[in-house]
């Protein structure tokens, strides 16, 4: 009869080849230790502790060490939990206080995300997910006035502001030459404002150089007096 463990990385069954061997391969010990490392050599001493199980459901299989203060640096073994990997998410991600919401397809209450819990508005029913998708993207139809040739037409979306793909192209080609001479103007104000602000330091650097060669100065001025 032969023995088969899971192990305590990926969950894998394997057959152990040595007494006490814990992982599957050469690639999850090496996970195993890096983890090992981050959480300062006690990572294996807590699954050990925690009877390489999930202290929440018995699970054991992909095992991790939980924070039970959020703080990762803090790596004391009284800090640390072992549990599995669909209990660690409820750890991170459900609410523990009881809050509830109405979701707002079907109406009945649930427990929202600890990262969305101001924005998550729908339980997590699949068919309520898609009910909502298929409202928002239900266009409004509603009349309007081409801001090109003035037609009247019936908009598909509420970003449409034109009553075909030509009046679309002068549009958008309209903007890009705005955009560009708004561009244009940015760019030569930045250059008058450099120069304004570097004036000085120009000058000043044009009267050291002049100091310092005379000669080439003197030649410079002939040269033009000839002109």
Known sequence: MTLTYSCVVCGKEFQPIRIGQTYCSKRCKNRSDKNDRRFSGVRDYVIGRDGFRCVRCGSETMLIVHHKDRIRTNNDPSNLITLCRSCHKKEHFEIVSGE????????????????????????????????????????????????????????????????????????????????????????????????????????????????????????????????
């Not at 729908?122 to 003035?150: D, N, T, V, Y």
């Not at 192209?169 to 103007?185: C, G, S, V």
């Not at 940015?186 to 250059?191: A, W």
Request: glycine fraction near 2%; charged fraction near 40%; include cysteine.
């Open 100 to 227: 509830t919401k109405k979701c707002l397809i079907c109406g009945e209450p649930f427990s929202p995300m600890e990262t969305k819990r101001k924005a998550q508005k729908l339980c997590r029913r699949k068919s309520c997910s898609a009910k909502w998708k298929a409202i928002q993207k239900r266009s409004p139809h509603e009349e309007r006035s081409c801001i090109i040739c003035g037609k009247s037409f019936m908009q598909k979306h509420s970003r449409h502001f034109c009553c075909n793909d030509e009046c679309t192209t002068i549009n958008n080609d309209r903007k890009k030459a705005e955009r560009y001479a708004n561009k244009r103007e940015e760019l030569i104000e930045k250059q008058k404002r450099y120069y304004r602000e570097h004036r000085e330091d120009r000058m000043a650097y044009i009267r050291k150089w002049q100091a310092e060669n005379p000669e080439k100065v003197k030649a410079y001025k002939e040269k033009n007096a000839l002109k």
